[in-house]
């Protein structure tokens, strides 16, 4: 889906008139309220959420799953970039771009609870999901969530830090309070900023700062639970500095794993690598990656290729929302030169159907095939990864018919992300608190 431009003043002025027509009791908060025993709880135990991929439930597929995956991987990349370019751009300031996910997760929202599904994504921030009454939303199984309808709900004032977070006091709306919007790579939403009661797996978490969507468009989700590093990020709202998940093997179907809270356990040092920050994406988590190897040959890749510029460009993302590895194409050209080298298989274009650059035509009779190995190496930890991480449609999983095998990587420009399909089989544990995550092998569909 194409990428649709940055919201008008226009287009607040027309929102900010139909929230004057809602019939909310406007119940401000000007800061976060302090937190209530399910908040020591929450501190003292964490939640256990079961993630589902977002084509799980269709009737794609395998090589239309991996190509709607690519696509979106391309589009969130896109958005990544304009992010950047548009940084240190004031007139932009009021609209922050982010890319669509790719795993979804289920929580409740209000007193008595209600049900939704959202995409989590640490490439974002905003926690939102669709509201009565709605002038524009997707489709939906469940009701629109119904702010009147919930004793727990109020809304976020102007002067809150929340909504100075997100955008200028001067696009608030006096009477209702915090008016945001937000976009994404192939979408948007506008709304409100509330204050409510989020349960995650019978865990209640009070004051959860949030967006009530009541124009969202381009989307085919209730909602969004933002996992990044800015302020209006669940795991920035909660204060818990450490968070992880599992991701199973892409095309399985099969149900992943977050973890939020200090029950998860450290593993060694062997396997930790640090964070690095940019300070003029503040959403984004870096990882510092000094080299990479084919087989028996590490790449002669200039080390300031993957580092993070004074503009803000360049650096590794890691994200849980983009399906395959983008490489700056200085080092993909290398990369991919190897690849040809040591692969003692035909190249095959099969571009339209995958999406991807690399492939090559396997045996017939699934003759079995030695692949050369990758290993990423970050600092303080090398990720040797399973061939199945980077290579896809071996053994016929991802590209059934075709008989070919294809790289789960593709060069880029300015920037890099290490993307989800090298993480599959990974317990990949966020630590906050030291500015550290961590890549531990685990069978990710029986943690």
């Not at 194409?329 to 099969?350: C, G, M, T």
């Not at 089989?425 to 890549?439: A, E, I, P, Q, R």
Request: proline share 7%; charged share 15%.
């Amino acid at each position: 889906m194409a990428s649709l431009p940055p919201p008008s003043i226009s287009s607040l002025l027309f929102l900010t008139l139909a929230l004057i027509l809602i019939s909310i009791s406007p119940a401000f908060s000007t800061s976060r309220q302090a937190l209530d025993d399910h908040q020591d709880q929450l501190t003292k135990t964490g939640f256990k959420v079961t993630l589902n991929h977002i084509d799980s439930g269709e009737s794609f597929t395998k090589s239309e799953r991996l190509y709607r995956a690519v696509k979106r991987s391309s589009a969130r990349l896109q958005k990544f970039k304009e992010m950047v370019s548009t940084a240190t751009q004031p007139e932009l300031a009021t609209t922050v771009y982010a890319g669509l996910g790719a795993y979804l997760m289920n929580f409740s929202i209000g007193t008595p609870p209600n049900s939704y599904s959202g995409l989590m994504d640490t490439g974002s921030d905003l926690v939102w999901t669709q509201c009565q009454p709605c002038l524009e939303c997707a489709p939906q199984s469940d009701p629109l969530f119904d702010p009147k309808k919930s004793s727990s709900f109020s809304n976020v004032s102007c002067t809150s830090q929340f909504c100075l977070d997100l955008l200028p006091d001067s696009n608030c709306n006096p009477f209702y309070g915090c008016v945001y919007i937000y976009g994404y790579g192939s979408g948007i939403t506008s709304g409100f900023l509330g204050i409510e009661t989020f349960t995650f797996e019978n865990v209640k978490v009070p004051n959860v700062t949030f967006g009530c969507g009541l124009f969202n468009l381009g989307f085919g989700t209730e909602g969004l639970i933002g996992l990044g590093r800015g302020p209006l990020s669940l795991i920035s709202q909660l204060s818990e500095p450490k968070f992880s998940y599992c991701l199973t093997t892409y095309g399985d179907a099969k149900p992943s794993t977050l973890l939020v809270g200090p029950q998860q356990v450290a593993v060694g040092a062997n396997k930790t690598t640090p964070l690095l920050q940019n300070p003029l994406m503040a959403t984004f988590y870096y990882l510092s990656l000094e080299g990479i190897t084919v087989g028996s040959v590490k790449l002669p890749i200039n080390k300031t290729v993957f580092e993070i510029q004074p503009d803000g460009s360049g650096g590794v993302i890691l994200d849980s929302g983009t399906t395959i590895t983008y490489l700056d194409f200085r080092a993909y050209i290398l990369l991919r030169e190897q690849f040809i080298s040591q692969v003692k298989l035909p190249l095959v274009d099969v571009y339209n159907v995958t999406g991807l650059d690399l492939c090559f035509k396997l045996p017939p009779n699934n003759a079995s095939v030695v692949l050369p190995k990758l290993i990423f190496h970050f600092t303080g930890v090398d990720v040797d990864l399973p061939t199945e991480n980077y290579f896809l449609g071996n053994s016929s999983i991802f590209i059934p018919g075709l008989g070919v095998t294809c790289l789960a990587i593709e060069p880029s420009f300015d920037i890099s992300i290490y993307g989800n399909v090298q993480q599959q089989n990974y317990m990949v544990l966020y630590d906050l608190s030291k500015n550290t995550v961590s890549f531990t092998p685990t069978q990710c569909d029986k943690s």
